[in-house]
């Protein structure tokens, strides 16, 4: 059973995406069980644009039956509105309506074909089908469009990581974080989380995290992954004294304490 400093920072981006995180512009998601409708049917007089406002303060609500509702209105007046299609997929990706999801988010490639986060968002959907090679190849068609996006790259890590191409994955990571040094706390913090089901496996990624940090001078960060590492039960952790990425990190006496305390592996 996984240990709660592992919940509570490990294991980035699937659902969400950031972990993985489903995107809409700034959008995180965050999976949800269904809900009964709230609200009134949607007014025949409404503007497309009144349509999909309404819809996302009800997806904001969490209230995704009638978000639905609402974006169905607003594609009966648009059709082909790339925007509401990705929203309306991502609604249906927090009900876990994988095949509708993945249907809209394709009808939004469809309408717009640079639409970077209908791309990252469609590879959400296979890599919570666990079809990890297909999201690789769709998070890297996201990054072709907008290669400045930290989530991307983190979900792209994750989806590495799930298909135990440990080498990418770290890759990956690292140029998440290159882009934004914070982009894995804060998909972290939105509850995403990647399919590691193993301890050894997030041991793994605790080090490797703890690496990439060590390496970019952020020893606080490295000092918590490594902690993290050691009650997950990492084998290799003497390597921490031969990996170059921790050279600088050893001279830190909270190094040295954390390494003579032994941290002991907790339980799973």
Known sequence: MPTRSCLSLLIVILLGVASLSAQSTSDRLQVAPPQMRQSVPPAA???????????????????????????????????????????????????????????????????????????????????????????????????????????????????????????????????????????????????ITAQLPSPEDRARYDYELAKLYAKMGSSDRSLEHLRKAMEEGYKSIDNVYKDAEFASLRKDPRFNQLMTEKTVAIPQ
């Open 45 to 191: 007089s409404a503007s497309e644009a009144e349509l999909e406002s309404q819809g996302d303060d009800f997806r904001y609500q969490k209230a995704y039956l009638d978000a639905l509702d609402y974006y169905d209105a607003a594609l009966a007046k648009s059709p082909g509105s790339s925007t509401v299609l990705n929203k309306r997929g991502i609604t249906n990706l927090q009900l876990q309506r994988y095949k509708e999801a993945r249907k809209d988010f394709e009808g939004s490639i469809k309408a717009d074909r640079q639409f970077a986060d209908a791309y990252n968002n469609v590879a959400v959907v296979w890599y919570e089908m666990k079809k990890y090679g297909k999201a690789i190849k769709f998070y890297r068609k996201a990054i072709a469009l907008r290669p400045e996006a930290a989530s991307y790259y983190s979900n792209l890590g994750a989806a590495y990581f799930s298909k135990k191409d440990f080498r990418e994955a770290v890759l990956s990571y690292a140029k998440a974080l290159e882009i934004d040094p914070d982009v894995l706390e804060r998909t972290s913090r939105a509850g």
